[in-house]
């Protein structure tokens, strides 16, 4: 797969940076010219994302996110987004639609709004060292000569 074009970013695990991020990806990833539904879709699923890292991964801390983000020539967009934090003892149970590892009033549906929203989900974690989760949406029907 020949990539595009490329971005990184690093930022503060702050609920004030998710939006940031948010528009900052969705700009992006705009070159690849997709409809309004599909940087709607990626906006959500990076915004999951995002959230798990701030509340999930640095719980009583402030630490950093990373994004990578990549346009290919079949006009896929990949975004990989990595903390150093606490890690997910399991994914798989992590995962599961309304399961949350810290209750109250969160619903536990991160990953599922990920998985409607994107193509794929890949999550890797280590539990005590960080979790990467990369999203994978493909635009359709463009001509992607950036």
Same mark, same amino acid.
């Given at each position: 797969? $020949?990539?595009? @074009?490329?971005m ?18 969705? !700009?992006? !990833?705009?070159q690849?010219?997709? $409809? ?6 990626i906006k ?5 994302a995002?959230? @798990?890292?701030?509340?999930?991964a640095?719980p ?18 990949r ?9 997910i003892?399991n994914?798989?149970?992590a ?5 949350s ?10 990953? !599922?709004?990920?998985?409607?929203f ?10 005590g060292?960080?979790?990467?989760v990369?999203l ?11």
């Amino acid at each position: 797969m $020949t990539t595009l @074009n490329e971005m990184r970013l690093t930022v503060d695990s702050r609920s004030v940076n998710e939006s940031y991020v948010r528009v900052a990806v969705s !700009a992006f !990833a705009a070159q690849l010219d997709p $409809t309004v539904e599909e940087i709607s879709d990626i906006k959500t699923a990076l915004s999951e994302a995002v959230t @798990n890292c701030i509340v999930h991964a640095y719980p009583d801390s402030v630490g950093k996110i990373h994004i990578h983000a990549q346009l290919f020539e079949s006009g896929l967009v990949r975004v990989k987004i990595r903390d150093r934090g606490c890690g997910i003892p399991n994914v798989k149970q992590a995962r599961e639609p309304l399961w949350s590892s810290v209750g109250g009033e969160r619903a536990g549906l991160g990953f !599922a709004v990920m998985e409607s929203f994107c193509d794929k989900v890949r999550v890797r974690s280590t539990y005590g060292r960080g979790t990467l989760v990369t999203l994978e949406k493909q635009i359709q029907g463009r001509d992607y000569a950036v």
